[in-house]
């Protein structure tokens, strides 16, 4: 049974940065695609960015590109390292993964993680 586990989360100023980390286990995962999506409260669920399983292809949210990027290393660990942060980017921020891109770049997939909140104060 494979298992998402976000970190990296916290309280930062308005232009400040945090880098996500989102570390797979309990299966192969290098096939898979994953990504970052989002909720703030009261608000509906938001892409952010998203990887292919080569990690050759990102995408990213017209809201965070410029200032997000999406890694991964070793296939079983992916990364959002997220500069010029804003208020707006207040949320909590889920890690996913699926076998499909398409997939999970609607918000559909496999697995998710519990989420780490990402607080930005103005």
């Known amino acids: 049974q494979g298992q998402l586990v976000e970190s990296g989360g916290g309280l930062v100023q308005a232009g400040g940065s945090l880098r996500l980390s989102c570390a797979a286990s309990g299966r192969d995962f290098s096939t898979y695609a994953m990504g970052w999506f989002r909720q703030a409260p009261g608000k509906e669920q938001e892409f952010v960015a998203a990887i292919n399983w080569i990690g050759g292809n990102k995408y990213y949210a017209d809201s965070v590109k410029g200032r997000f990027t999406i890694s991964r290393d070793d296939a079983m660990s992916v990364y959002l390292q997220m500069n010029s942060l804003k208020a707006e980017d207040t949320a909590v921020y889920y890690c996913?993964?699926?076998?499909?891109?398409?997939?999970?770049?609607?918000?559909?997939?496999?697995?998710r993680g519990q989420g780490t909140q990402v607080t930005v104060s103005s």
């Open positions: 996913l993964a699926d076998v499909e891109l398409a997939r999970l770049r609607r918000g559909v997939s496999d697995y």
